[in-house]
């Protein structure tokens, strides 16, 4: 079986994270896994590229980054063709334009299109009117995705509710964040004397985006934290400098870092104490598995179904609704009471590994590929 995933480049995502480690499993697994890229930089391929195939196309004498989905519409059905590939992976919601327009270029000698939904697919925060024009194009997925993956149980009834006739279409995977021997690293007792540390050390991984909502983080890290608490914040992404200012007007600039891209900020989360996350939506956010592999508590906005879940609905964190700075603020200044049950992230972490997702994936590609009895 051939599985050609489509990407728009290496930048940092964590969608991409995800598909990247996901191929690099199919091929130790001894699959015929292809990879196309709509362009071969950024700062994740010194991570997942080597001893990993792609395919990307001749650049033009000018940047395509502002045209990256349409950049790979155009030259994506090139590789297709000269690939030949039982089944095309999308995997996220972010590429599903591009897989309707595979369906419309190649019609019924489209390979089966098997998506990821990585988002929610509620999404409160649009306004209307374009959040019902949204809910319309959510729907119209039923007639060119021939195959949904959920990353967690609630987003059964989800994506149920979303894409008509989808509910015989669709698999659970647990997301596929984690793999054993990380876990095991962060739950390893690192052996260290430390001097106790002077107030409590929040950290967050994330990009520096829009759908984030880092200004509210540090809004509610002004109002809520102590003058001895600390924030480091892992990432990089458009809204770095705005994010800086920002910093400077909450007077916070001895209070909070931002740290930059680094290759695995997973390995810095033991070193805190608290994680928080304030994005507006997500599907299954890596970061809070990431944090619970790590034995630390969560502070997270409710930005999809399966956040609720995740935390087992506050025993493992806490959880504010998005866009509440201070419900978020509430939370920090009482997270010096916040103590992580350690047995029980643990088990929950475990849910979330590749060796597990890996396999299931390979199950849900056969069945897609199989033909119908139909044909």
Known sequence: MRVLTFLHSFEPGGVE??????????????????????????????????????????????????????????????????????????????????????????????????????????RKDIPQPFRSLYHRWVR???RFIDHFVGMDDPMQQEITEAVPLAPGRITIIPDPALDDRLIDTLRAPTGQCTAPIKGIRFVAVSRLAGQKNLSLMLSA?????????????????????????????????????????????????????????????????????????????????????SVPSLIRNGQLGAMVEPGDVDAFAYAIQHAGGMRQDLDQSLKQARRFTIERASRSYLRCFEASARPSPND
């Not at 001895?228 to 914040?233: G, K, S």
């Open 17 to 122: 994270r995800i598909a990247l480690r996901l191929m690099h499993a199919w091929l130790k697994a001894g699959v015929d896994a292809r990879l196309f890229m709509g362009r071969s930089d950024g700062a994740l391929r010194a991570e997942f590229a080597e001893g990993l195939p792609h395919t990307a196309p001749r650049r033009p004498p000018f940047s395509i980054a502002w045209m990256e989905t349409l950049w790979m519409i155009l030259t994506l059905p090139k590789t297709i063709r000269q690939t030949k590939p039982d089944v095309l992976f999308c995997a996220g919601n972010s590429y599903t334009i591009v897989a309707l327009a595979m369906k419309l270029r190649f019609g019924r000698r489209c390979p089966p299109i098997v998506a990821k939904i990585s988002n929610d697919l509620e």
């Open 140 to 142: 119209s997925h039923a």
């Open 221 to 305: 890290f002004a109002l809520g934290a102590a003058p001895e608490d600390r924030l480091t914040i892992f990432g990089d992404g458009p809204e770095r400098d705005a994010l800086i200012k920002l910093r400077h007007r909450l007077g916070l600039e001895s209070r909070v870092l931002f740290a930059g891209h680094i290759v695995a900020p997973v390995l810095e989360l033991p070193k805190h104490d608290v994680l928080l996350l304030s994005s507006n939506y997500e599907g299954v956010p890596a970061v809070i598995l990431e944090a619970l592999a790590a034995g630390i508590p969560v502070i997270t906005t409710r930005s999809s179904r």
